[in-house]
């Protein structure tokens, strides 16, 4: 079976512009989550995606965003990009087991880097 | 708010010696607290869950609600073991959401 796939796996930008990182889960998971891995601040969970509906979204400012789409591929999106924003995005994905004791599966992540 | 604690951002033991790796949270609800490790070069994989009462690779974690606490725990470390440790907490609330710890490096030597 496929593990969580992540394009593109590094990516340059400058201050102002947006950025699209992608996901796609494993075959059968309908749950994606994102997160953001800086030295800093550490994993900080971004959002929930399920079934094409955002459930969940951490404390992130209205320049994060994402989507996810009928195969439950996902999309996350950061508009003005600032020089904060460099860091690691993870996704992840699991079962739809309906209980939170699911395992999660993570991408090996998208390096952004904002100059 | 739900917070998860690692007081240790590194601990470095000899091998064949127990380890503990220590978790605190911090949450009003039922938790479900796990522990994901990233080795060198690897994605971050799941180690093991709390509802799963396991042992994973001689790993153990209990969760003690009085202490909040869900510390990890091998009584002989070895080399391999080496890698960054992550203590989790996800809710369920309309949906899923995953607040992890710092982490803490785990270093085994020779």
């Known amino acids: 079976k496929a593990g969580v796939t992540q394009t593109p796996r590094y990516l340059i930008k400058t201050r102002g512009q947006q950025v699209t990182l992608s996901c796609s889960p494993i075959s059968g998971h309908r749950s994606v989550s994102w997160y953001q891995q800086t030295p800093g601040q550490g994993l900080q969970f971004l959002f929930e995606y399920f079934s094409e509906t955002q459930r969940n979204k951490g404390n992130f400012p209205g320049r994060f965003s994402g989507r996810q789409f009928s195969n439950s591929r996902s999309e996350m999106n950061v508009s003005t990009l600032e020089l904060g924003d460099s860091a690691l995005y993870l996704c992840?994905?699991?079962?739809?087991?309906?209980?939170?004791?699911?395992?999660?599966?993570f991408g090996p992540g998208t390096r952004l880097t904002v100059l | 708010a739900q917070r998860v604690t690692q007081p240790e951002k590194l601990l470095s033991v000899f091998k064949g010696a127990p380890v503990e790796l220590k978790c605190n949270y911090s949450?009003?609800?039922?938790?479900?607290l796990f522990w994901y490790v990233q080795y060198s070069r690897q994605r971050l994989q799941l180690l093991l869950r709390?509802?799963s009462r396991e042992s994973i690779k001689g790993f153990t974690a209990d969760l003690n609600k009085g202490e909040t606490s869900f510390h990890l725990k091998k009584p002989f470390a070895q080399e391999e073991d080496s890698a960054m440790y992550y203590c989790?907490?996800?809710?369920?609330?309309?949906?899923?959401?995953?607040?992890f710890g710092a982490g803490t490096r785990l270093f085994v030597k020779a």
């Open positions: 949450y009003s609800g039922s938790p479900e």
């Open positions: 709390h509802i």
């Open positions: 992840a994905s699991s079962l739809p087991t309906g209980t939170a004791d699911n395992e999660q599966f």
């Open positions: 989790a907490l996800t809710t369920h609330t309309g949906g899923f959401k995953t607040i």
